[in-house]
Structures are given as C-alpha cells and as structure tokens.
C-alpha cells in the first residue's frame, strides 16, 4: 500500500511562563491511501497535538521543532503559511472534537461550509456551492434543508455530522478527526462514528482517527499508532495491537479495557505519564512492570518484530513472556510512577 502521509522524528514543543514543553518526540508513522489510522493514547499523551501539527494548527505558543511530515512528496513542517492555507480542506481537513466550538454560532451551517467550498474555488456560483453543501449533508444523513439551520438548533450528533459533511465538501484525500464523538451519547457516537467509517470506506479516503478509546480505535481502523507521553510506542495492523502486542504499554492498555468474553477483572497501570520528556531512556519506565537499568540509561528506537509492525521497546524478544504474565494484577503491583 502506498503512503499518504510519512511523520518522520517529529518533534513539537509548547513555551509557557518562560518553560519549554516537550509535547512530541521522535513520533514516526505513516499513513496509506485509502487506509484508516489510529491514533490511542492516555489524555494528555499528545495524540491532538500530532493532528494539529500536520495541519500546522498549532497555538501560537507551539512549534514544531524536528522532524519531517511528508505528504504527497510535500514537507508540511516546512512549506510556507500560504501554501499551507491552500491544503487545508482541499487536501487535508479535519473533524475537531467539540461540535459546538468547532462551528460558527451566529452563522448558519449551510453558509459555513459554502464558505469553505468557495474559498477554495473562488469562480465557483454560490448556487453550485450550495448544490454541493446540500449534496454532502444528505450524504451524512442530514435533510438538506438544515442547512439554513444555525448550530443551536440542531442536536449534538447532528453538529458532529455537519463537521463531517464540512470535511468531506471538497473531497480530500486524508481527514484527520480528533476525538469526533467527544461529550455525544454512546448512541450518537456509534451513528457518527459508523456515518465517518462509511464515508471513509466508500470515498477512499485516508483518515487519522484520533482517541483515547480503544474499542473505537478496534472498530475503526486498519492500523493503530499507539501513543505514550509524547512518543509512538508500538505501530501495527489493528489485529496485530490486539492479538499480539509487544510493548509493555499497549499490554497495559488492554488490561484496562473490559473483555466480556473471558469475564476478567480490569487492571489499570498504576501511576501517572510524566510530564515531560526523558532526556534519555524509555518514557514509559517508570510505570513499566518489566522495566530494567538499560530502560533508564537508553532511549528504545523503533524496531520491526513482523510485517509492518514497529516497537519501541528495548525486550522485544521476550513479548511472549510480558503477555503471560501482564495478565496478573500482582505483575502491576508496585509501579506507582
């Protein structure tokens, strides 16, 4: 499968109050045409920091400081802000996670994505762009006439739809969607997320599916980039994350998930991610049941254990014995960060 979109040992830094924080480090994964990513981590791990970093929509307190981010023979850490702009919904657009911020309040949605669509189609009639806005409402499940609706008056699924159809209006070939089902009922997010999956699927289109969730990271997607303070700790296909994972982390995050076929108790991973970057050694050490002194003294680099799956672990060659013995609540005990 041919890549969309290669991150290459991206870096991405915050200032605050005179202090510099590391919010990405040496992130490398690759997204495929026509292919579904996901990106799962703990909050605050840095997975919304990485999709705003690839649409360079970072606060102005952020930077990208390392790093390559590859797209269609493009670096997109290092283009200028005009060419950027030019990308931005015509070749990469994005689903932010609260409907109701994401959208204009005083104007209605129809006019939103018109807006959109002629921005970058400056000849472009308005009524062929409202042919089109209503052509991509209905096509996520919306009567097309809400489009002179204003956000207020359509209901959280039905905002979260209109971000989708906003995304879809210019047909690009990735969409990155952040958390889409962030504050919707288990109901809504199940509609939203299979109206996404669907659109994904029929389009072709790329999509980095962004989540702390990773039951819906399993529905989703085709390959799972997972993330742990600011770094990518295990990259695979979907199945291989879940039959067989490889870094301590990932075999953490399954013990947190409820399995109702085996009915076993859920094991959270005792202590908390650290705030900033380890200027040497494995992030995840400090929790890490199986952590050794070489943990401490030397960063891991991503390493190829199969086909397309990558680890940064330093044991790679014992995974079998982690995932016998990840299973026991007292392998956890005493990892309190």
């Not at 997320?193 to 819906?216: F, G, N």
């Not at 994350?241 to 998930?257: D, R, S, V």
């Not at 005792?270 to 050794?292: D, L």
Request: hydrophobic share 40%; aromatic share 6%.
């Amino acid at each position: 499968m041919a890549s969309l979109v290669t991150i290459e040992d991206l870096g991405v830094e915050y200032r605050s109050r005179g202090e510099v924080l590391r919010a990405a480090h040496n992130v490398r994964f690759f997204i495929g045409e026509g292919e579904a990513v996901g990106l799962v981590g703990e909050s605050g791990s840095g997975k919304s920091t990485i999709g705003k970093a690839i649409l360079r929509l970072l606060p102005p307190n952020g930077r990208i400081v390392s790093g390559r981010i590859m797209y269609q023979g493009r670096d997109l850490a290092a283009i200028s802000p005009e060419e950027m702009r030019g990308l931005r919904w015509s070749r990469i657009a994005m689903i932010f996670q609260s409907s109701m911020n994401s959208l204009n309040p005083v104007y209605r949605v129809g006019d939103q994505i018109i807006e959109a669509i002629r921005t970058h189609n400056p000849g472009m009639k308005r009524a062929v762009a409202l042919e089109r806005t209503c052509e991509v409402l209905a096509n996520v499940g919306i009567d097309p006439s809400r489009h002179t609706s204003y956000p207020h008056q359509l209901s959280g699924g039905m905002r979260q739809r209109v971000n989708i159809a906003m995304a879809l209006a210019l047909s690009p070939p990735l969409i990155i969607a952040d958390e889409p089902t962030t504050a919707l009922d288990v109901v809504t997010q199940d509609r939203v997320l299979r109206e996404l999956k669907l659109q994904q699927e029929q389009r072709r289109i790329s999509m980095l599916l962004v989540s702390h969730d990773i039951a819906v990271i399993a529905e989703n997607c085709d390959r799972v980039a997972v993330m742990y303070a600011g770094t990518i700790a295990e990259f695979a296909p979907t199945k291989n994350i879940f039959n067989n994972p490889y870094h301590p982390y990932t075999l953490g995050l399954q013990n947190a998930f409820p399995d109702f076929r085996s009915h076993r108790a859920l094991v959270s991973i005792p202590g908390f991610p650290p705030t900033g970057a380890r200027s040497r050694g494995c992030m995840f050490v400090q929790r890490c049941p199986f952590a050794e002194e070489l943990c401490s003294s030397e960063t891991p680099r991503p390493t190829q254990v199969e086909d397309d799956h990558w680890v940064a672990c330093h044991f790679t060659q014992r995974a079998s014995e982690f995932q016998r013995l990840a299973r026991d609540p007292d392998t956890w005990l005493g990892r309190t960060g």
